[in-house]
């Protein structure tokens, strides 16, 4: 008991649980709620409504008053997302293709709030980020949900999905945690103290590229790749020994990779018809009709009439959204709302060069930022991929934490 209240009272504890939660949870409550029949969507909810009032209440005990440059920019950005929304269902009485409150609730519940409560968290201390957190609790869940899927499903024929799981999200939780237990791998020191733990950061490479393969996510396996080359180039000069961890990494990736061809991974398949699927080249048509529009209201945008002009273009699927977060950013808000998504994005750019240079060791979240923005260049809405403010949060206040002499 001692031992956890010791631990809950480090604030670099908390950040690592409740982005660890963010990242995990909702795979195996997703496959509890299969296993036990019951509401999916209850579920989720009241585990959201868990991690808001827990973030808000960090939020409440956490911020002295400072308003920092990354707080500005991303609140000023869901400020005028959420004037925008207001206006056009209030005013212009325009119905969006999900409630008002729904729209809300993505976006202040399980993206805003979340996020500041990150940053403050991120920014408060100064001690190392430790990932054995991540790692318990990933390991933990999805080990949990591919024994499930396992036991439900043929895992060489049946994508890592449930009626109420898209493999999407189920996808990019593999790569997360296959890259903070690569990360982890890489900085552990050969000693036996340490073998625990390095057996369990296998374990978890194991289950995440699994997991990844089995969903047949591109985002997600680019992610795995694109991550992966960023860690060999953090960690270079690092040590001959973490080198050669990394390549033998490598090589397990690869080696799993054929498994999978040979298995008939539906993941092969997408990859050698790229640029030829169905949903593919409907997202393509989507971000094309949704710049085409943009370009009539280049200044204010059309706001969320965008959900009921995206509509009309496929009348028979639920696409209302550009799953493209740029294109949704101009389109909502012309160019007062896309230019301040590009500003932070260029502003957690250049935090990640800084935070690899000061600490490498918690590269682990430039690796989290960077699958966030492969994530949102090719699926979700503003509102529903909170790994991309959730990493750029911690980005930004991990830096400032770096970085400042009195600690906020």
């Given at each position: 008991m001692n031992s956890f209240i010791n631990y809950i009272k480090n604030k670099i504890n908390i950040l690592a649980l409740i982005l660890s939660l963010s990242l995990f949870l909702q795979v195996p409550l997703s496959f509890i709620a299969y296993e036990s029949e019951l509401s999916n969507r209850s579920i989720m909810l009241i585990m959201r409504g868990i991690l808001f009032i827990a973030s808000l209440t960090i939020v409440l005990t956490n911020y002295k008053g400072k308003i920092s440059n990354w707080m500005k920019i991303v609140v000023a950005f869901w400020l005028i997302y959420f004037l925008r929304l207001l206006y056009d269902v209030f005013i212009l009485e325009v119905t969006p293709s999900i409630p008002c409150w729904e729209i809300i609730s993505w976006?202040?519940?399980?993206?805003?709030?979340?996020s500041l409560a990150i940053y403050l968290l991120a920014r408060s201390s100064s001690e190392e980020l430790n990932l054995n957190t991540f790692i318990y609790v990933g390991v933990t869940s999805l080990g949990i949900s591919l024994l499930s899927f396992i036991g439900n499903f043929n895992p060489l024929l049946d994508r890592f999905s449930l009626p109420d799981l898209n493999p999407i999200p189920a996808g990019h939780a593999g790569a997360s945690l296959f890259l903070i237990c690569l990360v982890n791998v890489v900085n552990l020191p050969l000693t036996q103290t340490k073998k625990i733990n390095k057996n369990l950061s296998i374990l978890g490479i194991i289950i995440g590229l699994f997991i990844t393969l089995s969903s047949s996510t591109r985002s997600a396996f680019l992610s795995?790749?694109?991550?992966?080359?960023l860690i060999i180039i953090?960690?270079?000069?690092?040590g001959s020994y973490k080198i050669g961890r990394i390549y033998y990494l490598i090589g397990t990736i690869l080696f799993s990779?054929?498994?999978s061809l040979l298995g008939g991974s539906g993941l092969i398949q997408k990859l050698i018809t790229i640029g030829q699927g169905e949903s593919e080249l409907n997202r393509l048509?989507?971000?094309f009709s949704s710049m085409k529009l943009w370009f009539r209201h280049p200044i204010f945008g059309v706001g969320f009439k965008m959900h009921e002009s995206l509509g009309d273009v496929f009348i028979n699927l639920n696409h209302f959204y550009p799953h493209n977060f740029i294109a949704e950013s101009f389109l909502l808000g012309g160019l007062f709302l896309g230019t301040l998504f590009l500003i932070i994005i260029s502003y957690t750019v250049k935090k990640s060069f800084q935070i690899i240079l000061l600490r490498p060791s918690e590269g682990c979240l430039v690796c989290l930022w960077l699958q966030g923005c492969i994530y949102v260049m090719v699926s979700g809405h503003l509102g529903n991929v909170p790994l991309f403010w959730l990493a750029s949060a911690a980005i930004c206040g991990r830096y400032e934490a770096?970085?400042?002499?009195k600690i906020i």
């Open positions: 976006g202040l519940g399980v993206t805003l709030i979340p795995i790749l694109l991550g992966s080359i953090i960690h270079h000069n690092s990779f054929s498994l048509t989507l971000l770096l970085t400042s002499r």
